[in-house]
């Protein structure tokens, strides 16, 4: 089983087009083919416009991430402390619906068992 923690990441940093090579992409190496990849998702596609560079990622970004590494669950977290529960599961659904991945927002207390990936 794999399992990877990539916190504080950007992979759409410098990058034209983002999630088209996986050679070029910040993190692909560690996450890729991962049963549970916990990653960054702190912004929002429009929040991200201002906040370029910080190091951080969007919800997008990760689920693009993800997809790019062949990730079976991927698992957000890393949340800007602005947003509220709602904001976060409103922000999680819109992203999923947009982009199908097996994925959730990261709770206290979450237990994942990595055997029955």
């Known amino acids: 089983m ?12 410098g990058l034209r087009n983002f999630s088209a090579d996986p050679e070029w992409t910040s993190g692909y190496d560690l996450a890729k083919n991962a049963d549970l990849l916990i990653h960054d998702a702190q912004f929002s596609d429009e929040e991200y416009q201002h906040c370029i560079g910080w190091g951080h990622s ?4 990760a689920i693009k991430f993800a997809a790019l590494a062949k990730v079976k669950k991927l698992l957000f977290f890393h949340h800007d402390p602005n947003h509220s529960d ?3 599961e409103t922000l999680t659904q819109q992203y999923l619906k947009a ?3 097996n994925a959730e927002i990261g709770r206290e207390g979450a237990i994942f068992d990595l055997n029955k990936s």
């Open 86 to 88: 709602y904001q976060l």
């Open 99 to 101: 982009h199908p991945f």
């Open 58 to 61: 969007t919800i997008s970004h």
């Open 2 to 13: 794999v399992f990877a923690y990539i916190p504080d990441h950007e992979p759409a940093l």
